[in-house]
Nanobody, 118 residues
């Protein structure tokens, strides 16, 4: 089994920063891409940022220049540094990892709440 454990969410004022972490544990051969998604109340879950095993990154347009995704392959951990946070960034943030075990499949974390006050 594979577990993803997120941390780092919380309440911050507009313009502030937060850093999310997601650590993968369990039995697997390797992790391909790792990503952060978010879901605001009444909205669909959307991709925020992703990073491949080779550290190529991709960002949703509204977070470009404000958020930075990175990973530590030795620790099986992905990070999301969020700067210049705005109220519209308020959402539950989910970690996603595409993992190779006896096949390849995606796993999800439990989610961490990020609330940005104006």
């Amino acid at each position: 089994q594979v577990q993803l454990v997120e941390s780092g969410g919380g309440l911050v004022q507009a313009g502030g920063s937060l850093r999310l972490s997601c650590a993968a544990s369990g039995s697997f051969f390797s992790i391909n891409s790792m990503s952060w998604y978010r879901q605001a109340p009444g909205k669909q879950r959307e991709l925020v940022a992703s990073i491949t095993s080779g550290s190529s990154t991709n960002y949703e347009d509204s977070v470009k220049g404000r958020f930075t995704i990175s990973r530590d392959n030795a620790k099986n951990t992905v990070y999301l540094q969020m700067n210049s946070l705005q109220p519209e960034d308020t959402a539950v943030y989910y970690c996603n990892a595409v993992v190779r075990r006896f096949g390849v499949r995606a796993y999800w974390g439990q989610g961490t709440q990020v609330t940005v006050s104006s």
